[in-house]
């Protein structure tokens, strides 16, 4: 982090302001550190240094072309380092080059002063790998590695993650949970609510915001991973009777599925505004192989216009920059009010594409309306990679804006901290919810056990 040599190719105080500045982390999905430190999580069958090759460079491992099985033997929790190697050793030179492969190649060089991964440094890799797992290890890789000061955690595994850190693990409040119309029992059990109508779905829904809402960061769904973002503002009447057949045991046709997710999700995204909590929503590329429909993502950009002109009071925080509709994205955060673009995973997914779209922001958009990290990563190791490349773009990206006469340095500099955090800070309230998040209810106290539809 302290290092005083500019990022290659980019300006001397440029990069020296950017390696000091601290990241707002706006999206992550960790596990709790106690389930890495025990082991105790579904995330991941094992939990060795092959985690780092788990998400999301074993796509890219796949599209290239290793065998299913490979990967099974990558993830067993009982195979040797140099085994596991051997799995990924004929697919690894293909795609160490992608923005996947550079973060892992920097979290292995930045946490374990490894240069050059491969079959001769596995073993130490396994070793150096298994001995920083130890209680307070997050924060060292976060604050220290990564530099950055806090993350906003979307849990995979509740509604609501009462993390033992709410101070450096920020919560989102899972609003796919809440709108997901055949989640209702496991979203419902943690209320003691019992569902017998709609209006007892709202009590369901009130109460994880009554609950968890001063002490959420924002609300998020990654709904677009099945469906389209074109979310009809349902009346409550209007599917009343198929939500009772649904609670009835009867199977939703397509249509009426759709129209009470419709319905759900409007009630949350009303809710999230009550609570003052800004609405995440995945856009753009999705993770995994051979599964994205092109067609539905290039329909986003409209639909989300839709949803912007709809909730003018809701500020929506549109993920992963729409990837690879990131042109339509600086259009969208130009022309609303209440449309902000996070930079999350996009430095990863393609990171030239990533510096176009920040210089394209910079000098289309107000410079309120960008968020530019958020690692995107189940493991914590991996983030560090991942800031690292990040660093490393937004360095490029403002040393070319003033290379061309855009921007002057000064310009340049001054655009550092709220790109980095002081924006996250303001759109977030964070200020505000820190003092409630030092103090929050639940610290101290067991977790009520509840799992999750995402
Ligand atoms: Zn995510």
């Known amino acids: 982090m302290e290092k005083t040599t500019p990022y290659e190719g980019s300006d001397m105080d440029i990069s020296v302001r950017i390696r000091r500045t601290p990241f707002v982390d706006a999206h992550e999905h960790l596990v709790e550190e106690e389930a890495r430190i025990t082991g105790m999580t579904d995330l991941f069958p094992c939990n060795d240094w092959s985690v780092l090759f788990q998400h999301y460079i074993d796509s890219d491992l796949l599209v290239a072309g290793m065998p299913r099985e490979n990967r099974e033997r990558l993830t067993s929790p009982t195979a040797e380092p140099y085994e596991k190697w051997r799995a990924i050793e004929p697919w690894w030179p293909l795609v160490q080059n992608t923005g996947y492969g550079l973060a892992v190649r920097l979290a292995v060089e930045l946490l374990y002063d490894i240069r050059v991964f491969n079959g001769t440094t596995v073993k130490l890799l396994a070793e150096r790998f298994q001995q920083r797992i130890q209680p307070g290890y997050y924060r060292g890789i976060l604050r220290d590695a990564a530099g950055i000061e806090s993350c906003q955690v979307n849990s995979l595994e509740r509604t609501f993650m009462t993390t033992s850190q709410p101070c450096l693990l920020m919560q989102d409040i899972s609003l796919l949970d809440l709108h997901t119309p055949e989640g209702w029992q496991s979203v419902a059990k943690p209320t003691g609510i019992t569902v017998r109508c709609l209006a007892e779905c709202h009590q369901v829904i009130d109460w994880w915001f009554a609950a968890y809402g001063p002490y959420a960061v924002a609300v998020k769904s990654q709904a677009a991973y099945r469906r389209s973002l074109d979310f009809e503002d349902i009346a409550a009447e209007e599917v009343e009777a198929p939500y009772q057949r649904m609670l009835n045991g009867d199977a939703l046709n397509s249509q009426d599925r759709k129209r009470i997710e419709d319905h759900l999700f409007w009630y949350g995204v009303r809710k999230a505004t009550e609570y003052d909590l800004p609405v995440k929503l995945h856009t753009g590329y999705l993770a995994g ?131 980095m955090r002081g924006n996250a800070h303001r759109l977030f309230k964070l200020e505000a919810l820190q003092p409630r998040l030092a103090s929050a209810p639940w610290l101290g106290t067991p977790r009520s056990g509840q799992a999750s539809t995402s």
């Open 289 to 419: 192989h051979n599964g994205m429909p092109m067609a539905r993502l290039a329909a986003g950009p409209g639909e989300i216009t839709d949803l912007l002109a709809r909730a003018p009071d809701t500020r929506f925080v549109l993920m992963h920059i729409g990837y690879p509709y990131h042109e339509a994205m600086i259009a969208i955060a130009k022309h609303w009010h209440n449309a902000y673009i996070d930079m999350c995973w996009s430095w990863i997914i393609n990171p030239e594409a990533s510096m176009a779209f920040l210089k394209g922001m910079i000098l289309a958009t107000p410079r309120n309306k960008l968020l530019t990290f958020g690692g995107d990563y189940i493991a914590v190791e991996a983030v560090v990679g991942h800031a690292a490349l990040a660093r490393r773009g937004i360095a490029l990206s403002l040393s070319s804006l003033v290379r061309d006469g855009w921007l002057s340095r000064s310009a340049a500099i001054e655009l550092i901290e709220p790109l």
